[in-house]
């Protein structure tokens, strides 16, 4: 079995994940998974003034997952809603200094989990309908599939 390289910044988050819990009652949840690999994420996020006050994850996976899990949950905490949401597969493993390409399945599902909790919040607000929710999560759907 082919050994994977992990750099510095992902071991760190890694083996010092920032950011891991539960918060009960929060204002927004997103949950993803990838059934080939088994990695599943949860994100949880509280809302003051339209910023992320508070964000906390689970993640049952590998150390990419989790250090994937960890670096965006710490690259959304303090911005605003409208911010966070644009925050990319490609933006997380920018961040976390490159992961292995077997491994880059990972950084969809940070990106993907946080951006499931902030349509959550949406949602459960009003600012959008659960059938826009729905209509945008098929279309990144799409768009990850055809790369």
């Known amino acids: 079995m082919a050994q994977i390289g992990y750099n510095e910044t992902v071991m760190d988050h890694f083996m010092n994940p920032r950011n891991v819990g539960v ?3 929060p204002d927004g949840y997103g949950k993803v998974g990838n059934p080939v690999c088994g990695d599943l994420m949860e994100i949880f996020i509280n809302v003051k003034d339209e910023r992320i006050s508070d964000i906390k994850f689970r993640t049952f996976g590998c150390g990419s997952a989790i250090a994937v899990s960890s670096m965006v949950t710490e690259m959304a905490k303090g911005k605003s809603l409208d911010e966070a ?3 990319t597969r490609d933006d997380v493993a920018g ?8 491994k880059l399945h990972c950084s969809n599902l940070g990106a993907d989990a946080l951006h499931a909790a902030i349509k959550d919040y949406w949602v459960k607000t009003g600012k959008i309908s ?4 729905a209509a945008e999560e098929g279309a990144q759907e799409e768009e990850q599939e055809g790369e």
């Open 23 to 25: 918060i009960e009652n």
């Open 85 to 87: 949401v644009k925050i």
């Open 95 to 102: 961040e976390l200094g490159g992961l292995p390409p077997q």
């Open 130 to 133: 659960p059938k826009e929710a």
